[in-house]
């Protein structure tokens, strides 16, 4: 039997850290013949039994791309397809009416997002909305199973499609991607490192400015921030130079572009606290952070938004602090805590590089996630 298998991503890139670092090494790692159509770039590769066959869709209808996807699946012929969108399962069900395959829908994505809904008026938020919740749930119809990436993500599609298989696998790094550094007191200065987008709803103004409150109690410290992100906006980009014009003299802020997975996970872990403080709204609120983990896997302490969803995951928050994000001052506290008490501070970076390697890594589920893709085929 053949053991060829496609990851088809029309939202995510080729190298896609869940999609190519995890999966398909993975999957590779275990005999698969291994390939990843993304329709984000032009990329041909091939290397450790993955092949990465991609395309540029931003000239193409949507017609003209399943086309397309249909193509490239017709000359892999895999027995298995791993989705990552609507489209990805529709292009893929209209290959599986003359061969034989499986659907897998991963579901990573909170979908429909507010993103899809931002500058409409209420009637098309409304419309928009009902369109795209009808065709993701007949995604899921043609779907023949499921990978979630966190249970918040799963409950409309195992109440709906209960008889359907399902296998929930959470954003857990695999540790070989790690570099860890030594875990140094904090004395004359703070690092502080924040990654993702620079915006008022993941936070940027709540992180700064809890910060800017923070250098204020402890003057004699330098507290330096690494953003680790883009702004997509000018009206973002108006807020985050608003921002950078009233920090304090004991404040400093470098921030660098989005990086390559691998250079980012060699990186993040020089630094001594993380932060993320996005807006709890309905959405943030029910989305796992990714990121949160990869935190974990260097050994740091962590200051993020009260999120149902970490709630949810993890029930022993012994690694940092859960909080309200517009409460500057009580996070300001978290953070001169750390300082002034260097034994919170080295007992919680134990804590957090303790339950990463016993429980919130890739490596302890590979071997599920290799087994339920077995039984597919």
């Known amino acids: 039997m053949s053991n060829k ?105 909170w979908y429909p997002s507010k993103i899809h809904l931002k500058d409409k008026t209420v009637y098309k938020k409304i419309l928009k909305f009902i369109v795209l919740i009808t065709f993701n749930l007949l995604a899921g119809l043609k779907s023949d199973s499921f990978i979630f990436g966190e249970f918040y993500k799963s409950i409309e599609y195992r109440i709906l499609f209960f008889w359907k298989q399902f296998i929930i696998l959470p954003y857990y790094p695999d540790l070989n991607y790690i570099q860890n550094y030594p875990l140094e007191k904090i004395t004359t200065e703070i690092n502080i490192l924040y990654s993702g987008k620079i915006n008022s709803d993941k936070g940027i103004d709540s992180v700064i400015g809890a910060i800017n409150s923070a250098s204020l109690k402890c003057p004699e410290i330098q507290f ?77 302490p962590v200051i993020y938004s009260d999120l149902k969803s970490i709630r949810k995951e993890i029930k022993n928050i012994d690694f940092g602090y859960l909080c309200d994000p517009i409460d500057l001052d009580s996070i300001a506290g978290i953070i001169t805590n750390y300082i002034l008490n260097p034994e919170i501070y080295f007992e919680h970076a134990k804590n957090a590089l303790k339950v990463s390697g016993s429980t919130y890594n890739w490596n302890l589920i590979e071997k599920k996630f290799v087994s339920f893709i077995g039984n597919q085929s």
Do not use: M
Request: aromatic letters at 10%.
């Open 5 to 109: 298998i496609v990851l088809l991503n029309t939202w995510h890139k080729s190298y896609d850290d869940r999609v190519y670092y995890h999966q398909a090494k993975c999957l590779a790692k275990y005999g698969f013949e291994v390939q990843i159509i993304s329709t984000k770039e032009k990329c041909l590769k091939k290397a450790d039994n993955i092949t990465i066959n991609s395309f540029d869709d931003s000239n193409l209808s949507r017609e003209e791309k399943t086309k397309k996807i249909i193509s490239y699946l017709s000359l892999f012929e895999p027995v298995i397809i791993i989705c990552d969108s609507p489209l990805a399962v529709f292009a893929s069900n209209k290959y599986k009416k003359n061969n034989k395959v499986k659907i897998i829908y991963d579901i990573t994505e």
């Open 224 to 300: 330096r921030l690494k953003i680790i992100g883009n702004v997509q906006t000018e009206e973002d980009q108006s807020i985050f130079n608003n921002l950078l014009s009233n920090l304090n003299k004991n404040v400093h802020i470098n921030k660098i572009d989005l990086l390559s997975f691998t250079e980012f996970c060699k990186t993040i872990g020089n630094t001594q606290l993380f932060i993320d403080l996005r807006k709890i709204d309905y959405e943030n609120t029910h989305c796992l952070p990714i990121k949160l983990f990869y935190y974990l896997a260097c050994g740091r």
